[in-house]
């Protein structure tokens, strides 16, 4: 090992071996790549001593900001108890406590938390532990083997979770390998699909889900779907009612609801999950991302009391879930999270963001005039700003031209760091941003976006 790295040492080992996910490593090779050597609260330092905003949270994981004291004083008070002890047939004190506080504050009967590391393996644990639920009920549903989930929806990448998801650029060259769920249309109100405008549409939309359920229910185990807000699918929000919808027809027919609140949990929303804005509860939740406050890799996926005890028998009954991963309920991650948790009823941090969620709806006023802003979308703190070629006839950009990717570029000029999904520019702050903080991050946004998309 050296032991001095200058900052060319760094970006030298970074090019010639690391392989950067949903990056074309051929352009890595030429661009400058930014490293990040430190950070503070909503400020990401590189390592040239350089400072940014950081506009999308980490990649939506980071809640009360970065180097928050409390969170890391309990990792280390942990660190100096055990690091990591397995799950498997033993038990650890922070993930017990923790399991308690999910059941606690999360929406309906949702009593039973299987833990796991990042949001696509609870995603997959949730369509396995749904799929299983109806084959062991008594008596069992054995035709049940389709999941249904919804166009543009995404749900991580590990292959069932991939079987899941909906965005043809990442999905359709692993279709081969995959179990693939029946797609329902979801809601995309600046281009929906039947021409119509909400609420005089009625949701005309959910007859897309109703139909298929209407058809094929026996055969369909569980639907998932990432509640209010689809958001890789390009920050896609719902309208109201939608959600609700989807609760009373899967209730209905008899099917599963899996309610995936990877990157909606905690807060994101201006609600802890965003099924609560709707008064849903679903038969099964996943949680991600922000669970940690965005420190450690850690997932959980909560079930009810029914599906839970689908799964209770003797040992010789088969019913066992056999599934699980090494590092499952980490006690350096669910110390994390229970430290984040604190932080949220300490600081009031829900209450604390709603004036913020309006200065940011006033602020992003400022964007809606911009030649080449189609669509302005917000739900809370997640924001979807969609980029035109055409305001009035509202055609896209070609995804080649990857206008999104240079604002990110050119925005980091003005001390900010962004994360596009394609032509949609995407701000999704930590909850401890400022109101001054939020001035900077849609100022510079709409100068870039003007100097993108205007020379
Ligand atoms: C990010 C995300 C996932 C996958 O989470 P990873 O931690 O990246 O595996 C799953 N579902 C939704 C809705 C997400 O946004």
Redesign the pocket.
Known sequence: MKDRWTPEDIIDADRRHLWHPFTQMQDWQTSDPLIIESAQGAVLRDIHGNEYLDGVSSL?ANVHGHRRSEIDRHIKEQIDRVAHSTLLGLGNVPSAQLARRLAEISPGGLDHVFFSD????A?EAAIKIAYQYWQQLQPSQPDKTLLVSFENG????TLG?VGAGGIDLFHAVYRPLLSPALHAYHPYCYRCRYGLEWPACDTHCIESLAGLLDSRADEVFAVII?PLVQ??GGMITAPPGFLSKVRELTRRHNVLLIA?E??TGFGRTGRMFACEHENVEPDIL?L??GLTGGYL?A?ATLVTEDVYSAFLGDYSEKRTFFHGHTYTGNPLACAAALASLDIFEQDAVLDAMQPKIEFLADNLKLLKDLPHVGDVRQRGFMVGIELVKDKATREEYDWTDQVGGRVAIDVRNHGVILRPLGNIVVLMPPLCITTDQIETLVAATASSIRHITES
């Open positions: 939506w990042d949001g696509s393996t995603v995404y749900h991580g990448d979770a990432e958001g890789a995936d990877v990157a996943v991600g991302k890799p997932a």
